[in-house]
């Protein structure tokens, strides 16, 4: 079990960093999710979607750490105005988390509704959104680099 934990890490990592967008250090984030794995774990039992079910721990210490993070705003982690990380950071958490897993992660619409334990209808519709808010944002910005 260990080694296949071992295995998903620089997936959780990579998550982790395009979450960090918010303000939240990625290796704390993976460090917690890590740490929950191996409370809850309990010795000898097996996961049948382990990357479904560590996602999902890290969803839930980025929810929580969210808590804690003033409202009216994330933090800005300096990216250029405009540029794909800003506008992803733009998204509603819940859009954010659904577009990178899917995007990013490459993982299947049911998968991300059990690892965010939400219905696969939302998945859906907040990537829906996520999408467009991107398609629009970036192709506003676009016009604006043609214009100049």
């Known amino acids: 079990m260990e080694a296949r934990i071992a295995e998903l890490i620089p997936r959780l990592r990579r998550y982790a960093r395009a979450l960090s967008i918010s303000g939240l ?19 000898a039992q097996t996961r049948s979607d382990l990357r479904g079910w560590l996602f999902g721990l890290m969803h839930d210490v980025y929810v929580r750490s969210l808590a ?4 009216g705003g994330l ?3 300096g990216s250029p ?3 794909f990380e800003q506008v ?4 509603t958490a819940g859009q954010r988390e659904v577009f990178l897993l899917v995007t990013l992660e490459d993982m299947r619409y049911d998968e ?29 910005q676009a016009r604006l680099r043609a214009s100049k």
Do not use: F, H, Y
């Open 25 to 43: 250090p990625s290796d704390g984030l993976v460090r917690a999710t890590l740490e929950r794995a191996g409370q809850e774990l309990g010795g």
């Open 68 to 71: 804690g993070i003033e409202e």
């Open 75 to 77: 933090a800005n982690d």
């Open 81 to 83: 105005p405009g540029s």
């Open 88 to 91: 992803i950071g733009e998204l």
């Open 112 to 140: 991300v509704a059990r690892a965010l334990n939400v219905p696969i209808g939302t998945v859906m519709s907040r990537l829906s959104r996520a999408r467009e808010k991107l398609r629009l944002r970036l192709t506003s």
